[in-house]
C-alpha cells in the first residue's frame, strides 16, 4: 500500500509540474527535446557536453508533448543458444524472466519498450522513466512468454543535485556487459531512493537506501513491494573524466535471521548480523589500439549480502530455514576488453570469477564459478545488430548434502550463440 500512496504523491508532482513553462525561471523544452541531458546539471551532462557536438545519439524517438520533452525507447531481438556440457543439469542457460534451464539447445525471442519524459521546470529538470519488456524461451516455464515492468523512476536534477526514486540498478552496479551470455557481476535491481552530488569538479558522491532484500525466496519483489522496512544502506563515489571512470561503493543491511527455526538437540542460532559488501570498478579507454576500445574491470566482496556479487539468488534467503553459524561471504571479479574493428563491426572479450561460501550449522557449501566468453557483432545498417558469441564456463558445486542451497550440478560447457537485434 506504501508504495501506492508514493507513485500517487509522484503523479501529483509531476502534474503539478506541467505548469512550469509559465513561470519566469522555466527553461524552454525544445532544446530538452534535442537531447535529454542537454540542459542537466548532473556530473555526467558536464563531462558531455563536448561529446554532444558530434553525431552520436543515445536513441530512441524524441516529440514535445505539453510542454515536455517525450523519448520513446524500444528494441526486439532473437537469440539460438546452443551448449555442450560435460554434467547434466549445469545450469547453462538463463532466461529473460528469471528462470534457468539446462538444456543443450534454446530460443529465445525479447521486446522492451522504454518511456522518457523531461520537463524543465523552476526548481529544475523534472525526470520520469517507464520500462517494460517480453521475453519468450525454450524451457522458461512459460506458454505465450513473461510481460513486466522492468523499471521506473521519477527526478529532479538542479543545482542541489539529483534526487530519484524508483525501480532501477543499485549503487553497487558498475561493469556493463556487452554479451549475449550472463557474466558474473555485480548488478542488481532494487527499489531505490537515491542523492547525487557533485562536490569536487569530476567526483560526485550518491547515497541511497535500497529496498530489503528478500527474506523468503517467496517474497514479493520489484515493482510489487516498494517498502523500507528492513533497507540496504549505500554509498557511491565517483571519479569522472574524458573517457575514464574510477568507482567505489559500498553498502550496509540488517541481517536479521531471528526466523531461523529450532530443532531438537540444537541450540538456537537465531541472530541478527551486519550485513555489507564493497566494490571497486576502473574503465580505460585503450586508444593507443584504436580510437573506440575500452577496457573495464570491477570487484566486489560481499558478507551476507550475497547478491552483490552478480548471482540471482541471495543465498541468505536460505537461511531462513537452515540453520546459520556464520556469515554467507564470497568474492566475484570480471574484465572486459570492447574493439572496435571499424563502423560495422566490433567485438568483446570477457572472463570472470565468483565464489561463496555459506557457514551453516553442519555444513559449509560452497560453490565456484568461471567464466568467459568472445564474440562479434555486424553493424550493416544503423539500429540493427547481428552476433555470434562463443562462451566457456566451469562450475564447482559442493553442496555438502544440504539441499536448496546450491541447485543443479557442477560441470564444464561450452555455450554457442547467435542473435539479431533491432531498436529504434
Not at 101 to 129: D, H, M, P, V, Y
Request: proline share 3%.
Amino acid at each position: 500500500m506504501a508504495w501506492r500512496v508514493l507513485f500517487v504523491a509522484l503523479l501529483m508532482v509531476g502534474a503539478q509540474s506541467a505548469t512550469a513553462k509559465d513561470r519566469p525561471n522555466a527553461k524552454p523544452t525544445s532544446s530538452a527535446c534535442k537531447k535529454t541531458d542537454d540542459t542537466s546539471t548532473s556530473k555526467a551532462a558536464k563531462d558531455d557536453d563536448d561529446a554532444d557536438d558530434d553525431d552520436e545519439d543515445d536513441g530512441g524517438v524524441r516529440f514535445a508533448v505539453a510542454g515536455a520533452c517525450v523519448k520513446v525507447t524500444g528494441g526486439a531481438s532473437y537469440t539460438y543458444q546452443q551448449a555442450s556440457q560435460t554434467a547434466a543439469g549445469l545450469p547453462v542457460f538463463v532466461n529473460k524472466n528469471g528462470s534457468v534451464t539446462s538444456g543443450t539447445s534454446s530460443n529465445a525471442l525479447s521486446a522492451n519498450i522504454g518511456l522518457e519524459t523531461t520537463r524543465q521546470t523552476g526548481i529544475g529538470e523534472f525526470k520520469t522513466t517507464l520500462a517494460a519488456d517480453w521475453s519468450k524461451a525454450t524451457g522458461d516455464g512459460t506458454q505465450n512468454g513473461s510481460a513486466q515492468f522492468s523499471g521506473w523512476s521519477v527526478g529532479l536534477d538542479n543545482k542541489l543535485g539529483t534526487l530519484t526514486v524508483g525501480y532501477t540498478g543499485t549503487l553497487m552496479s558498475f561493469w556493463e556487459s556487452n554479451f549475449l551470455s550472463t557474466a558474473n557481476a555485480p548488478g542488481r535491481s532494487a527499489n531505490t531512493i537515491v542523492y547525487e552530488r557533485e562536490v569536487v569538479e569530476h567526483h560526485t558522491v550518491a547515497a541511497g537506501l535500497e529496498s530489503n532484500l528478500p527474506t523468503t525466496p517467496e517474497d514479493n519483489t520489484g515493482l510489487k513491494s516498494f517498502e523500507f522496512s528492513d533497507p540496504v544502506y549505500t554509498l557511491r563515489w565517483r571519479y569522472e573524466v574524458d573517457d575514464t571512470t574510477l568507482h567505489l561503493s559500498g553498502l550496509a543491511r540488517r541481517a536479521d535471521f531471528s526466523a531461523s527455526p529450532l530443532l531438537p538437540l540444537f541450540a538456537d542460532t537465531a541472530t541478527v548480523r551486519l550485513g555489507w559488501a564493497a566494490s571497486l570498478g576502473l574503465k580505460l579507454p585503450v586508444k593507443f589500439i584504436a580510437e573506440g576500445d575500452e577496457f573495464s574491470v570491477q570487484a566486489t566482496y560481499a558478507s551476507d549480502a550475497a547478491s552483490y556479487l552478480g548471482i540471482s539468488t541471495d543465498l541468505t534467503t536460505y537461511q531462513h530455514t537452515v540453520r546459520s553459524g556464520g556469515p554467507t561471504t564470497g568474492w566475484s571479479a570480471v574484465a572486459s576488453y570492447h574493439h572496435e574493428w571499424s563502423e560495422q563491426f566490433e567485438s568483446n572479450l570477457f572472463g570472470s570469477y565468483l565464489t561463496l561460501r555459506a557457514d551453516l550449522l553442519l555444513a559449509k557449501p560452497e560453490v565456484q564459478t568461471f567464466r568467459s566468453g568472445v564474440n562479434l557483432y555486424w553493424k550493416p545498417v544503423d539500429k540493427l545488430k547481428f552476433g555470434i558469441e562463443l562462451g566457456y564456463v566451469d562450475m564447482t558445486l559442493d553442496p555438502q548434502g544440504v539441499r536448496g542451497i546450491f541447485d543443479g550440478g557442477g560441470g564444464r560447457a561450452y555455450i554457442g550463440y547467435l542473435s539479431v537485434a533491432a531498436e529504434l
